[in-house]
């Protein structure tokens, strides 16, 4: 796979965000990237990273569509696998998230290394199929996760995507009972209201309740 590499905020900095994003939103990590220095004292370098096929590249396994027509790959670990060549300073504390399937791609990544101390997953897709049921089999290795959902993202005629609220209440108590810092904020909107703000207040919050 291609990915290409976007650096935002202090390069030297001991916190680096990881973030999948896709084409068009480097553009909007700017606006990203203030809001998340409005919310925090701690330096940071975001690192965003730009996947091709966004339901291929983020997906943990194939699933059939459920929107569209395009269906979901099995290409998460060929992405992981590039990231992780990120992660190399020990020096450095490492913090995963993104925001819908780069929120789901943050949480699966956060069950594989232990390199990531906190996942931000802004209104994952904790909807995908199996997800759940995958988080009951393993369990979470970052110290700390930040959940959120649009209060009327659930609101919708797609069945699966209508599950979404019960399912990140489920993975919510999964990782409660895991012993793990988590919280589950509610925003008010859809799941494309916000996009950037929402992320900001993920990351913000991993790396406030991680780095002193």
């Given at each position: 796979m291609n990915t290409e590499i976007f650096r935002f905020g202090n390069p030297d900095a001991a916190a680096v965000l990881i973030q999948?994003?896709?084409a068009r939103e480097p553009a909007?990590?700017?606006?990203?990237?203030?809001?998340?220095?409005?919310?925090?004292?701690?330096?940071?370098?975001?690192?965003?990273?730009?996947?091709?096929?966004?339901?291929?590249?983020?997906?943990?396994?194939?699933?059939?569509?459920?929107?569209g027509s395009e269906d979901f790959g099995e290409g998460a670990a060929d992405t992981?696998?590039?990231?992780?060549?990120?992660?190399?300073?020990?020096e450095k504390t490492y913090f995963i998230g993104g925001y819908s399937l780069a929120g789901l791609f943050a949480l699966w990544a956060a069950h594989q290394t232990d390199?990531?101390?906190?996942?931000?997953a802004a209104s994952p897709s904790v909807w995908f199929p199996g997800?759940?049921?995958y988080m009951k089999a393993h369990s979470i290795r970052s110290q700390c996760v930040y959940l959120s959902l649009g209060d009327k993202e659930a609101k919708t005629r797609n069945a699966v995507m209508a599950s979404v609220e019960d399912k990140i209440r489920e993975v919510y108590d999964l990782l409660n009972g895991q012993g793990v810092r988590c919280?589950?904020?509610?925003?008010?909107?859809n799941h494309f209201r916000?996009?950037?703000?929402?992320?900001?207040k993920a990351f913000a919050?991993?790396?406030?309740?991680?780095?002193?």
């Open positions: 999948p994003v896709d909007a990590i700017e606006t990203e990237l203030a809001a998340i220095q409005t919310l925090t004292d701690t330096a940071f370098c975001l690192t965003a990273v730009r996947v091709d096929h966004w339901n291929t590249d983020l997906s943990p396994w194939e699933a059939p569509a459920v929107f992981l696998h590039e990231i992780l060549k990120l992660t190399a300073d020990p390199v990531f101390k906190g996942t931000a997800f759940t049921e919280v589950l904020e509610h925003n008010p909107g916000d996009a950037e703000l929402r992320t900001a919050w991993v790396m406030q309740s991680h780095c002193p």
